[in-house]
């Protein structure tokens, strides 16, 4: 083919979509902004009230007003581009515009076993196999817990799923805390494995996450861990879990603004206490389903909405955190299979960045490796669909039709053998055998016993690289001193 240059041409290489234009983002933005000003937000941290007060906020008691310029100034001063690293230093997740990252949820009540399918709560021991697991699987780019651990001190439940996270993964971990002492500790525990604070902050493999409640709450422990990350130069999503209808308005042009506005007030501390702390915004938006009261996780409306908090932040420049690969179901069918693929499907299209709660069965109460296991053969056919078409001279191929000819094959070409295992996604459970190859090899089985044969067989031989000897004692002594602290405050309790 003889070279051109085209001018005016636009290429479209993914098959994105719009749910806004820009002109809807731009009003959902600036209603947020509207909604600071006007309503204001309530702050139950004297710090951060002080901190916003001086930057020229109006404070009313619990109440803070925020300047319209001063909300403006802190979302052109958040970066737009997060980098985060593996635990072993390697870049591995790019949080821009365009780029989209999948791994499980946290806290979840309940977990299902992966050899029984009880569902019960979870154990430490959980944590651990959710860490190998995500580990192993090649589509699940970070890690959180799947279910808040049982059996050891409650008010260390986040440190010790951090310490089962940490040693049983090398993968990026998203994480919760308690509380400010809590978050102290897991910071200090990722710190270790980096090789001191300061490079964790230059190739960070932890982001922290905090929780404003809805509508326009910010609680002591919400907000000053905003503060905490913000000055120990730690990634954090700062994002409401709202409910259409019952925490925020029953429209989502609404329930957006609201949402947008309770991520800023996060945003505008944490360029207060450092300019370009790296912060992202976002949210689990969903409606209250009014036959059953539940958080609906499969909903078209909880598609639509992720969308559209995805476009609003795009807009924005700020990195957003989604949601995808959970569904209401409470077991593995079809109705999991699903709402995952639609929710997997949707993140991509609208460009949410770190997309959590794959894994999430039950309306968000329990936690399933198998449903993560199917999600993750849901990405890779998903991140396929999302690399679009490459068009060039290469891969029109056009000499190569004429050098076959009519009525000829393509299976000796040079070209088919350059290309094939590039432009072909090879699945791992989607059953493509002809019937009788199904019915003979794979014994007619079903994607559920594929899904779990192949969880199985992660649990039973994935290993991941121990930590050094010299960092297990530094997280032994961590976890020790935190036992020891929360023992003096029992202690002092009952006293």
Known sequence: MDSFVRARYKVNRTPAFQMLSEAQCRE????????????GAKVYDQESKEILEKAGCWIDGEVIRFPAGLTEWAVRTAPSR??????????????????????????????????TGERRRPVLKDNEDVGRVCDALP????????GTPTGITDTLADVYAFYALVRNTRKPIVHWGFDIEQYEDIVAMAAAV???????QQKPFICLYSEPSSPLLHSREAISKAVFAARKKIPIVYTPCVMLGATTPATMAGTLALGVAESLVGIVVSQLIYAGAPIIMGGVYAIMDMQTTVFSYGSPEFQIMQAGIAEVARYMGVPVFGTAGCTDSHIMDGQAAAEAALSILTAAQAGANLVHD???????????????????????????????????EETLAVDVVNNVGPGGHFLEEKHTLRHFRNEFWSPTLINRMRYDEWRDVEKASTMGERT?????????????PPLSKEVLAVLDQILAKAEEREAKKKKKKKN
Do not use: W
């Open 139 to 146: 589509h699940i780019d970070f890690v959180e817990d799947l």
């Open 358 to 392: 794959v894994g999430y069965t039950g309306v968000g109460s329990c936690g399933s490796l198998e449903q993560l296991v199917l999600s993750d053969e849901i990405i890779g056919m998903v991140k396929r669909i999302m690399r679009g078409i490459v068009v060039d």
């Open 82 to 115: 997060i980098t985060m690293y593996n635990r072993d230093g390697k870049r591995c997740m790019v949080l821009e515009d365009g780029k989209t990252y999948y791994g499980p949820g946290p806290t979840n009540t309940y977990f299902r076993d992966p050899y």
């Open 452 to 464: 779990k044969a192949k969880l199985h067989q992660i649990l039973e031989t994935h290993e991941v």
């Open 194 to 200: 980096a090789g001191g604070l300061g490079k964790l």
């Open 28 to 39: 959902i933005y600036t209603a947020a902004v509207e909604i600071l000003e006007r309503t």
